[in-house]
């Protein structure tokens, strides 16, 4: 069974420009999460997708947004980047209900 | 306000001798624990979880504890060995059933000396 997949695994964009992160869980699994992980911070949530519906949102602005797909497949868009952007940011897929998650290698996101 | 808390940003063990990582929590509605271990350029992989009921989870060389009244978990690694040195995050999930969401700590970069 295949894992979880970010693309790309590394990006570079310049302050004030948009970027878009795709993950696509592991076959089966409907819930898919997002954190942002930066030195000293640990993984930080992001929000979470369910059936392509929203379902927890963590303390991030605006500028932080994502969706779902009728496949699971989900994308986070960061928009107007600013240099504290910079990090690794971790999509981790689930069935949903109670159980581990399991996170792709994950995209680093440099911003300069 | 960091909710889940590990203290130690760093620990060093022999190898063969036990590695214990610790973690705290302030919100006492957190049901459910997990560890996670992180290599450098992979992303975290689940190692051990236990459920707010019970005080004690093993699996092989790895057991986790939980302290409730004290908001307070720990890991013991039985014997380290050198593949174990990695950054281990604890985890806890809170929430209601279809809106959990899980707080991580920062993370402790374990090093076991061989």
């Known amino acids: 069974k295949a894992g979880v997949t970010q693309t790309p695994r590394y990006l570079i964009k310049t302050r004030g420009q948009q970027v878009t992160l795709s993950c696509s869980p592991i076959?089966?699994?409907?819930?898919v999460s997002w954190y942002q992980q930066t030195p000293g911070q640990g993984l930080q949530f992001l929000f979470e997708?369910?059936?392509?519906?929203?379902?927890n949102k963590g303390n991030f602005p605006g500028r932080f947004s994502g969706r779902q797909f009728s496949n699971s497949r989900s994308e986070m868009n960061v928009s107007t980047l600013e240099l504290g952007d910079s990090a690794l940011y971790l999509c981790?897929?689930?069935?949903?209900?109670?159980?581990?998650?399991?996170f792709g290698q994950g995209t680093r996101l440099t911003v300069v | 306000d960091q909710q889940v808390k590990q203290n130690s940003p760093s620990l060093s063990v022999q190898e063969g001798r036990i590695s214990i990582l610790n973690c705290d929590y302030t919100?006492?509605?957190?049901?459910?624990f997990l560890w996670y271990k992180k290599y450098p350029a992979e992303g975290p992989t689940f190692l051990i979880s236990?459920?707010?009921?019970?005080d004690k989870n093993e699996d092989g060389r790895f057991t986790v504890f939980l302290n409730k009244s004290a908001k307070h978990l720990s890991l013991h690694i039985v014997p380290s060995q050198p593949g174990d040195s990695a950054v281990y995050f604890c985890?806890?999930?809170?929430?209601?059933?279809?809106?959990?969401?899980?707080?991580f700590g920062t993370g402790t970069r374990l090093k076991v000396l061989a």
């Open positions: 919100n006492s509605m957190f049901d459910y």
């Open positions: 985890a806890a999930r809170g929430g209601t059933s279809g809106t959990y969401k899980y707080i």
């Open positions: 997708y369910f059936s392509e519906t929203q379902r």
């Open positions: 981790a897929s689930s069935p949903g209900w109670n159980t581990e998650a399991f």
């Open positions: 076959s089966g699994h409907r819930s």
């Open positions: 236990i459920s707010s009921i019970k």
